[in-house]
């Protein structure tokens, strides 16, 4: 078995990223190099890392560059990947680095101070998806000849947008407003609805969850309450992997069991909820129980259903408004 040439990042590191006279390292070596750096870093996915890196460096797709194992880099290009290596060595996460998150098969925009979303969270759509799929069912059995309305959706938490771009893209004559308690990261999530699309369908509005909302929907008038919240305890948060770590705290922290801010959504949402409308609340994969207690507790909701991400761990809860 032939092994490429690694190359010596520690001595072209100390050279202020420049390259020898007349070196210019192919592909093959460039990510087996990579690959062996990111693995010493104890990456565990540093082989993929290492393709996305150098194809970002070359601005080339990640298929067309591992095609072409003998094409050789440009000094430019070499001290491009080499700093995106450093970064990622630093345990920075590869959202950050790229700028670039794909969610729902959507290339969203990542910026740091956003949280990076989470191929989990896709089960928040699904479960929103069918949320509104049964309610409207329900509806057309009770009230037959009744046109379907344009469904209401609350966002709480929204982040980088992802999800209330995903339904915004399914569902589309749906209204939705979408909230966050940082302005950069309604700018990024703005950024990408506009990128997708979707920017007149989605009212980004700036706040602490309903306070937010105040003023734009009248009580008992939305469909759909839709959050990620922070859920892990604050006392987890430092025993997460280090990428976990740069990302906002304020987005993570749950508070000493992981449920301060769900508590405040089983308690705030049933007021602005329509008879038989959802909440649906994304989870850590051991609070199912308790979160299902919280909303038992109101006597404002029908049992909860439990749906989980493609583990098989519980991941969100959504539990219906009951009819009055």
Known sequence: M?????????????????????????????????????????????RLDAECMLAHALGRPRWQVIAEPQQRLAAEEFGSYLGLLERRERREPLAYILGRREFWSLDLSVSPGVLVPRPESETLVEAALAAWGEGQSTKARREPGVPNVAATIVELCTGSGAVAIALAREMPAARILATDVSWRALRVARANAEAHGVAEQITFLRGNLWRAVNGHVPPGSVDLVIANPPYIPTAEIATLMPEVQWEPRLALDGGADGLKVVRELVVTS????????????????????????????????????????LAGRPRVIAARQREM
């Open 270 to 309: 049933p007021e602005r909820l329509r008879s038989g409308g959802c909440l649906l609340v994304e989870i850590g994969s051991d609070q199912a129980e308790a979160v299902l207690d919280l909303l038992r507790a109101t006597g404002r909701f029908e049992p909860g259903q439990v749906f989980r991400d």
């Open 2 to 46: 032939i092994r490429p040439r690694l190359l010596d990042f520690t001595r072209l590191r100390s050279a202020s990223l420049a390259l020898p006279s007349g070196c210019r390292p192919d592909v093959e070596a460039c990510l087996a190099s990579g690959t062996l750096l990111l693995e010493e870093a104890g990456i565990g996915t540093a």
